[in-house]
């Protein structure tokens, strides 16, 4: 998953995104203790997703508190 697609979904989406990717690493993680883990490749490619889900939930976040700060 890129940024372009990222930057096209909603803040509800990101959220999702970010719980599944969250789940596929512990996932990973507990394939990895059984020996069981087809591709190893998957584990940064996973962490890479969530952190640039991650960014872009927090972009998203400071773009917003400016306008909020200002009406207080």
Known sequence: MDMREIKRLSDEEI????????RKI????TQSVTDK?????????????????MTEASSRRIAKAPAARSNA
């Open 15 to 22: 959220a999702m995104e970010a719980t599944r990717l969250r």
């Open 26 to 29: 512990f996932d990973l993680r």
């Open 37 to 53: 883990v087809v591709d190893s490749s998957q584990f940064p490619k996973t962490r890479k997703d969530l952190a640039r889900l």
